[in-house]
């Protein structure tokens, strides 16, 4: 995908939330003087748009900071000042380890989050950055799960191995890793069930599947990605918070960004998990998936008053 289309995706996919609550905080910050009321509007809107309470405190904590420490004067400054902060806050301190041979992404997550989906976005998004790719039909529980994500592999042009219902995902995934190394694949993309609330049934479960990742193949790089759906937002996060910790997750996936316009949940997830986003669903197909990028999408969710910027161009 061009810049422009990654740019234009971006710009649509948080069109609900742009135009929404963070339309309001734009506003909220050029429209006013920079005085208590404006801290306290600013504060409310970050509620809304599903921040979270204590990132939105956090938040306009820091900006307070910065306006007295920078001498701000204009609502434009502090725009321009809570977008950097929001894009701080946002910024993974690494990348994902894709190194392996293969590198195996496993796919975590309550049913209905977006996985499967997610899974066939992954497989295209990485073919056509000239990786090799297998899936792997991890979710044994239903039959029907690997059913969905064969005709995902199909569409997506890419391998996929499978089991009968109720075989041990462990072993499915085992396969797969070890078939992925023998014929020179670079990537595993695994499905797992969703089913697994308990915490630990899915810890015990997980550290099955880890350990036979690295019985398939001593070279396997392995990243846990857990999918939250963006439309349930703070609640996804904290009902995440458990699942994550005993899934020993090592990143997220936040789907359904689309579909919301509390998409602020974004900015609180980093530090309530403790996670770096990796990936954003912004839809349904399969190109509809995004690489997150800090820069990117505080500018999204805080652009630039188009006016003023047009005005400063002629000066
Ligand atoms: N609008 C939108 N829908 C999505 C997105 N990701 C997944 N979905 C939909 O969410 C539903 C559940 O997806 P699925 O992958 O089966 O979830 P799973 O149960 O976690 O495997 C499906 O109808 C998907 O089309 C997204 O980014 N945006
Ligand atoms: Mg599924």
Request: proline share 3%.
């Amino acid at each position: 995908m061009g810049f422009f289309d990654r740019k234009k995706k971006i710009k649509d996919g948080l069109e609900k939330t742009r135009t929404g609550f963070f339309a309001g905080i734009v506003n909220t910050l050029t429209r006013s003087q920079i005085d208590d009321d404006l801290y306290n509007d600013l504060e409310e809107q970050l509620i809304l748009a599903d921040v979270g309470p204590d990132c939105a405190i956090r938040l306009v904590d820091e900006l307070r900071d910065q306006v007295q420490e920078n001498h701000l004067k204009t609502g434009e400054e502090a725009l321009k000042a809570l977008r950097e902060i929001i894009r701080r806050e946002m910024s993974p301190t690494d990348d994902m380890d894709i190194t392996g041979k293969p590198a195996v992404i496993l796919v975590i997550g309550v049913n209905g989050v977006g996985k499967t989906t997610t899974i066939a976005k992954l497989a295209y998004l990485y073919k056509d950055l000239e990786k090799r790719v297998m899936l792997a039909a991890g979710d044994t529980f239903r039959a029907a799960a690997s059913e969905q994500l064969e005709l995902w592999a199909d569409r997506a042009g890419v391998p996929i191995v499978k089991a009968g219902e109720g075989a041990d995902p462990a072993a499915v995934i085992f396969d797969a890793v070890q078939s992925a190394a023998a014929r020179g694949y670079d990537m595993v993309i695994a499905d797992t069930a969703g089913r697994l609330h308990n915490k630990k049934g899915l810890m015990e479960e997980l550290s099955k599947i880890t350990r036979s990742v690295k019985k398939a193949s001593p070279e396997a790089s392995l990243e846990v990605l857990l999918v939250l759906d963006a439309i349930t937002g703070q609640n996804a996060i904290n009902q995440a918070q458990e699942f994550c910790r005993a899934a020993g997750a090592t990143g997220v996936v936040l789907t359904k960004l689309d579909g919301t316009p509390k998409g602020g949940c974004i900015v609180g997830v980093r530090e309530k998990l403790g996670l770096p986003i990796r990936f954003v669903g912004v839809g349904e197909k399969i190109d509809d998936l995004l690489f997150f990028s800090a820069t990117d999408f505080s500018e999204a969710l805080l652009p630039e008053v188009p006016s003023r910027a047009n005005r400063q161009e002629e000066l």
